[in-house]
């Protein structure tokens, strides 16, 4: 008889800032049997920190997922003002989803602390997918200098190469709200994989796939439905796009599905100078700096095979929990 091998889970960090995609991202990560999920760090972007910690936690307990552990992360920008995204995922960063205070607490340690202390645990063997602005890694790379050389491999949603940028005519949210974190992350020689916008404003969740999953009467569909409901009004009345772009839940599903992007490797930097160009990402695709490669770069994807299965694992998960009910 031929043995199956199964090959043992990846284990993750999410370093988050929950946030309407960020939320579907830890649903996601929860619903693939590929992935360990060990933690999630918070930091300020779509909300406050604090709003955000609220989240992750109410997120956690939504997906019966309380054991994992959640840690307080950075206020505010190394060197930029505060910059949060309410209209774009409302006050609570959950658009109009409104879920129970969550009854778990966040840990004492700070976030920082929390990823150097679990990465240098087990050197070579954490992969972070990192979701929201690059604060809380900056500083904990500049806390810990070894905790670059202990990182198995880094996923960031953040930049738009080719693309459009979505917070300023040309820089992406993530990279635009900490261009100093971004530049020591980029420069930190961590084996990173970019998920900028060129693949992310491809994958656009529509009213046909919330309709598929509201098939389960579990509360995960009902969630995404209230929260996208607000983040598909957005994406409608400033960028003309019917449904919403899942940024997030992309990075997070090349942690175990490369194939659903193509990529080129390249030398990637970000602008710091100040000016119009503040927080843009760029590639030197003709190499003409010299300056030899930092990061591979996703600039194409297979949108519609990424969508089914975002929309399969959710289900997945949904019916499982509503199994555990039934019991
Ligand atoms: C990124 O910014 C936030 O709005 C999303 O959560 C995503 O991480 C997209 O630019
Ligand atoms: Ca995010």
């Known amino acids: 008889m031929t043995e199956t091998k199964i090959s043992s889970p990846k284990r993750i960090l999410i370093d988050t800032d929950p946030g309407i995609d960020d939320s579907?991202?830890?649903?996601?990560?929860?619903?693939s049997p590929e992935l360990q999920v060990e933690g999630l760090s918070i930091v300020h972007g779509n909300c406050s920190v604090d709003q955000g910690v609220r989240n992750a936690l109410a997120v956690l307990e939504l997906a019966q997922a309380t054991e994992i552990a959640v840690a307080r992360g950075c206020e505010l920008p190394l060197v930029q003002p505060s910059l949060l995204a309410?209209?774009?995922?409302?006050?609570t960063g959950l658009g109009y989803a409104q879920l129970p205070p969550p009854r778990t607490k966040p840990l004492a340690?700070?976030?920082?602390?929390?990823?150097?202390?679990?990465?240098?645990?087990?050197?070579g063997?954490?992969?972070?997918?990192?979701?929201?602005?690059?604060?809380?890694?900056?500083l904990a790379l500049r806390k810990e200098p070894r905790l670059a050389a202990a990182i198995k491999e880094l996923f960031i949603m953040g930049g738009a190469i080719r693309h459009e940028g979505n917070t300023t005519p040309l820089a992406e949210f993530n990279t635009y709200v900490d261009p100093h974190a971004t530049h020591i992350v980029f420069h930190s020689g961590i084996p990173t994989t970019l998920v900028?916008?060129?693949v992310t404003y491809q994958c656009i969740l529509t009213e046909a796939h919330l309709q598929e999953l509201e098939k389960i009467p579990s509360p995960i569909p009902a969630f995404l439905r209230q929260a996208t409901r607000f983040y598909m009004e957005f994406h409608d009345r400033y960028q003309a796009i019917r449904g919403c772009v899942i940024n997030d839940p992309l990075?997070?599903?090349l942690t175990f599905q490369p194939d659903l992007c193509d990529y080129e490797t390249l030398y990637v930097d970000v602008d710091i100078s100040g000016g119009v160009c503040m927080g843009k990402t760029f590639a030197d695709f003709y190499r003409i700096s010299g300056k030899p490669a930092n990061l591979r770069v996703a600039l194409g994807v297979?949108?519609?095979?990424?969508?089914?299965?975002?929309?399969?694992r959710?289900?997945?998960l949904s019916q499982k929990l509503l199994s555990k009910e039934v019991k």
């Open 196 to 198: 900028p916008l060129d």
């Open 125 to 138: 063997e954490i992969t972070i997918v990192a979701i929201g602005p690059l604060t809380n890694l900056a």
């Open 86 to 91: 309410p209209e774009t995922h409302g006050q």
């Open 251 to 253: 990075a997070l599903a």
């Open 302 to 312: 297979r949108a519609e095979a990424f969508l089914d299965l975002f929309v399969q």
């Open 109 to 123: 340690q700070h976030a920082c602390d929390f990823l150097i202390d679990r990465i240098l645990s087990a050197p």
């Open 24 to 31: 579907a991202a830890i649903l996601l990560a929860l619903a």
């Open 314 to 316: 959710i289900a997945a």
